[in-house]
C-alpha cells in the first residue's frame, strides 16, 4: 500500500474578467473516480489544500446533468460525504514529497484562482516532475503547472506534452467570454504542448511520469494509468 497525495483547491470561487466571483472549486467526479480507484487498489490518499482548508465541492458538479443522471449524482455526494480524508487536509506548505509514492491534482474551476499562483504548488509540481514519481493532473487543474517556474523564469513543464481543459470546452461551458485568461492559452504560452481531443471526450496523455487528461470524464482513465505506474 501506498500514500497518495492529492493536491485540491483552497478556494470557492473564481474571479472574472469583470471582477465578479463564480462560485466554484472542485469538481466532484475528478475527485471521486480516482480516490475510488486509488482507494480500491489497497492506497491510502492524504488531502493536502492551501492553508489546510477543507475543500470546496463545486455545487455544479453535482448536478444530475454533470453525472449522467441523479443516481450517480446521489452517489457521488454520499463517496464526497463519507471521505475522511476531505475533511482533515494537510496544509500544502507543509508536505514532504518523500512521504509519497504519487501525487495527484483534481480540477474544478477553483485551482484556476489559487493553485495557478501557488509558489507552494509550483515547487510541489516541479520537484514531483523531477522526482519521476507518477503525477496525475485533469481539467483544470493544469492551471497549476503555471506556477511551477523554475529560477531561470522558465516553466519546468515547457516542452512537456499534456491534455488539459480546452478553450473549446470553455466556450461551450459558457464561461470563455467572462475569464480573465482561458488555461489552454495560458499553457501554450508557457511552452506546454497541449493536445487538443474533441470536447468531453476521454482524453489522456502521458508523458514520461506525467498523466494528464482534459475534462472530468478522462479523470477515471487517468486514475487507470496512473495506477499502472504505481505497478
Avoid at 474533441?198 to 487528461?213: F, K, M, S, Y
Wanted: charge should be negative.
Amino acid at each position: 500500500m501506498s500514500k497518495i497525495l492529492f493536491v485540491m483547491t483552497g478556494a470557492d470561487h473564481w474571479t472574472l474578467a469583470d471582477g465578479t466571483q463564480h462560485p466554484t472549486g472542485f469538481w466532484a467526479e475528478e475527485a471521486v473516480a480516482p480516490y475510488e480507484a486509488f482507494k480500491a487498489a489497497g492506497h491510502e490518499i492524504v488531502v493536502a489544500t492551501p492553508g489546510g482548508v477543507v475543500p470546496t465541492v463545486d455545487k455544479g458538479s453535482l448536478a444530475a446533468e454533470a453525472n449522467g443522471g441523479q443516481e450517480n449524482a446521489d452517489r457521488i455526494a454520499g463517496v464526497l460525504a463519507s471521505a475522511a480524508e476531505l475533511q482533515q487536509p494537510v496544509r500544502l506548505e507543509d508536505v514532504n514529497l518523500d512521504d509519497y509514492a504519487a501525487v495527484f491534482y483534481p480540477g474544478g474551476h477553483g485551482p484556476m484562482e489559487d493553485l495557478a499562483v501557488d509558489a507552494d504548488s509550483g515547487r510541489l509540481l516541479t520537484l514531483a516532475l523531477e522526482s519521476g514519481k507518477p503525477l496525475g493532473v485533469v481539467c483544470h487543474a493544469p492551471a497549476a503547472l503555471l506556477a511551477a517556474t523554475k529560477a531561470d523564469g522558465s516553466n519546468a513543464f515547457a516542452g512537456r506534452r499534456v491534455a488539459a481543459f480546452t478553450n473549446a470546452e470553455e466556450t461551450q461551458a459558457g464561461l470563455a467570454d467572462k475569464a480573465k485568461w482561458l488555461l489552454q492559452d495560458r499553457l501554450t504560452e508557457a511552452g506546454v504542448q497541449v493536445d487538443v481531443a474533441e470536447p468531453w471526450a476521454p482524453h489522456v496523455i502521458v508523458d514520461g511520469n506525467l498523466v494528464t487528461g482534459q475534462n472530468p470524464s478522462s479523470s477515471a482513465p487517468l486514475a487507470v494509468e496512473l495506477l499502472k505506474k504505481l505497478g
